[in-house]
């Protein structure tokens, strides 16, 4: 059974950071894909954020330039690092993985971004 387990939200100001974590309890070698989902109050779930196990990286319009994600394979770890947070990024973040076999995702950290 894979679990993933998400850390690192809470409240900031707008203009601030944060950063998330994401911890699997599996080896994310075979995870071909990881990232990151939000869905803010009133809104669908959102991909914002994934990272290839090549490291190839792709971002949602609404946070590209200011979000950045990576992951330590040795560490079994996604993390997200979050600049210039805005209102409209409060949301609940999710993280996501993916391999042959199957998706799974955690069970969320809330983001709030005051203003």
């Known amino acids: 059974q894979v679990q993933l387990v998400e850390s690192g939200g809470g409240l900031v100001q707008a203009g601030g950071s944060l950063r998330l974590s994401c911890t699997a309890s599996v080896s994310i070698f075979s995870m071909y894909v990881m990232g990151w989902y939000r869905q803010g109050p009133g809104h669908e779930r959102e991909l914002i954020a994934t990272i290839t196990s090549g490291g190839m990286t792709n971002y949602a319009d609404s946070v590209k330039g200011r979000f950045s994600v990576s992951r330590v394979n040795a560490e079994k770890k996604v993390n997200l690092r979050m600049d210039s947070l805005k209102p409209e990024d409060t949301a609940t973040y999710y993280c996501?993985?993916?391999?042959?076999?199957?998706?799974?995702w955690g069970q969320g950290t809330q983001v709030t971004v005051s203003s």
């Open positions: 996501y993985a993916r391999n042959s076999l199957n998706q799974y």
